[in-house]
């Protein structure tokens, strides 16, 4: 069962992201355009749970699949798309999930929406605490029902998306 864990920041969380990101690029190559660190351990000062989040743009998503029996060397399980079209999904770690991996294709709107919730929670500090918030409070509610705290974070995810793309819009 996994369970539902919401930490402090850790320092140590963007050198987790740096060498896995080199043992990717020994496997994926030049199929990778750029590598990006999401999710809320890419945001300091943020609670999070534990598991490194990892984005990656490639020139074209159909060719990751020759190299899932490498991921799976590495670690990873391939979970294909795992609900989100045009995607590859990897996860490492089982039940002790340490590292995801979601991987588009260039041009594939979900990477400006990861990068740019990333950076909205960055320059906003207060927002990012409400979401830390939230966060421990759904940890504490569902700490082994990983699809309810998923949920309980949707409407707010949603709407920090909004406020993202308006802040984009009004510093262009």
Not at 4 to 21: D, R
Not at 51 to 59: C, F, K, Q, R
Not at 135 to 140: E, I
Not at 142 to 147: A, G, L, M, V
Request: charged letters at 30%; zero cysteines; proline letters at 3%.
């Amino acid at each position: 069962m996994r369970k539902v864990e919401v930490v402090p920041y850790e320092k140590k969380w963007s050198k987790l992201f740096q060498n896995e990101s080199n043992n990717i690029k020994n496997i994926l190559g030049d199929l990778i355009v750029s590598i990006h660190h999401v999710g809320s351990t890419a945001i300091p000062n943020m609670d999070a749970k534990p598991v490194i989040d990892i984005l990656i743009e490639v020139t074209e998503i159909n060719k990751v699949d020759s190299f899932n029996k490498k991921m799976n060397n590495l670690g990873y399980i391939a979970l294909g798309e795992n609900g989100i079209l045009n995607r590859r999904f990897f996860s490492k770690g089982g039940n002790n999930r340490t590292h995801h991996i979601h991987i588009f294709e260039t041009g594939n709107s979900e990477i400006n929406r990861h990068l740019l919730f990333r950076d909205y929670l960055i320059a906003h500090p207060k927002d990012a605490k409400k979401y830390s918030l939230l966060k421990q409070r759904l940890a504490h509610e569902y700490p082994e029902n990983i699809d309810m705290y998923i949920k309980g974070k949707d409407a707010f995810i949603k709407e920090l998306d909004k406020k993202a793309k308006e802040w984009k819009e009004n510093t262009l």
